[in-house]
C-alpha cells in the first residue's frame, strides 16, 4: 500500500491553510511545476485544479477533482494525469498533540496506472510520498505565504 505520513509541528488548522490554496499545490506536490484553481469553491466536493508537469523538454498538462471533503479531518482527490489514468489521493489530517500527523494515502484508480499497479509502483509512490509530505511539514512550518506569482511558476526544485 502506498500510504504514509508525517508530523507535521504545526497544529492542523495551519495544515488546512496550505491544502485549502489551490496555487500552492505546485509548492509541495512533487513533479508539478505550478498549480491553479479551475474553480473558486477549492477545495469544495467536485471543485478542481489543474497543473503542469514538466520532465526535461516535455510537458503535460493535468487536473485533480475535490471528491469527498471532511474538514478538519479528511480531504479525498482523484488526480487526472492524461493517458496515465487517475489515481485517488487520500489526505488525513489528526491532531497530535499541539501538532498534526498528516496521512497520505494514494492509489491508481484507472488507466495503465491502474492495470499496471504493484508493489514497484507502492514503492515508488512511497518515496514521492517522503519528498511530498517533507516539502508540506516545511511549508506549514515556516509559515508559507502564497507565492505572488499567483501559482504560476514554480522555482523550488520539482
Do not use: C, F
Amino acid at each position: 500500500m502506498a500510504t504514509r505520513h508525517q508530523l507535521v509541528k504545526s497544529p492542523p488548522s495551519k495544515v488546512w491553510e496550505v491544502l485549502e490554496d489551490g496555487r500552492r499545490y505546485a509548492d509541495w506536490v512533487v513533479g508539478t511545476h505550478d498549480s491553479r484553481p479551475l474553480d473558486t469553491t477549492w477545495p469544495a466536493v467536485g471543485s478542481r485544479i489543474e497543473y503542469t508537469v514538466r520532465l526535461g523538454p516535455w510537458q503535460v498538462g493535468g487536473h485533480t477533482v475535490v471528491r469527498h471533503l471532511d474538514k478538519p479531518d479528511r480531504l479525498e482527490l482523484e488526480a487526472y494525469s492524461g493517458a496515465l489514468g487517475t489515481a485517488r489521493i487520500a489526505i488525513e489530517v489528526r491532531p497530535w498533540g499541539k501538532h498534526a500527523l498528516v496521512i497520505v494515502d494514494e492509489h491508481p484508480l484507472q488507466g495503465p496506472g491502474g492495470l499496471l499497479h504493484n508493489a514497484a509502483v507502492d514503492a515508488l509512490i512511497q518515496v514521492r510520498h517522503r519528498s511530498m509530505l517533507s516539502r508540506l511539514a516545511k511549508l506549514v512550518e515556516q509559515g508559507g505565504h502564497p507565492r505572488e506569482h499567483g501559482g504560476t511558476r514554480r522555482t523550488a526544485e520539482a
